[in-house]
């Protein structure tokens, strides 16, 4: 199993700063992408940004040159650096770790975090 642990989100005014951090902890063979979604009020879940091993990173169009996506492959982390931060960036922020099996490693798919709230006040 797989397990995402989220922090850093919080209340910020408009144009201020957050970073969200997220670790996987369990037993695995190897995490191919790590990113974050987000569910703001009234809305579907959507992506904010992903990775792949060896790809870019995609960011969605609402947050490219505000928010920035680091990984850290050595602690199994991903960070999400947001800035200018706007009201209708609130919502629910999911980390999420893509998973490769090996033979004594079963666990594989797309996991999720619990979800970390982050509130942008105007």
């Known amino acids: 199993q797989v397990q995402l642990v989220e922090s850093g989100g919080g209340l910020v005014q408009a144009g201020g700063t957050l970073r969200l951090s997220c670790t996987a902890t369990?037993?695995?063979?190897?995490?191919?992408?790590m990113g974050w979604f987000r569910q703001t009020p009234g809305n579907q879940r959507e992506l904010v940004a992903h990775t792949y091993d060896g790809g870019r990173t995609n960011y969605a169009d609402s947050v490219t040159g505000r928010f920035t996506l680091s990984r850290d492959n050595a602690k199994n982390a991903v960070y999400l650096q947001m800035s200018g931060l706007k009201p209708e960036d609130t919502g629910a922020y999911y980390c999420?770790?893509?998973?490769?099996?090996?033979?004594?490693?079963?666990?594989?798919?797309?996991?999720w975090g619990q979800g970390t709230q982050v509130t942008v006040s105007s």
């Open positions: 369990g037993s695995f063979f190897r995490i191919y992408g």
């Open positions: 999420i770790a893509d998973v490769v099996s090996s033979a004594d490693k079963p666990a594989a798919g797309r996991y």
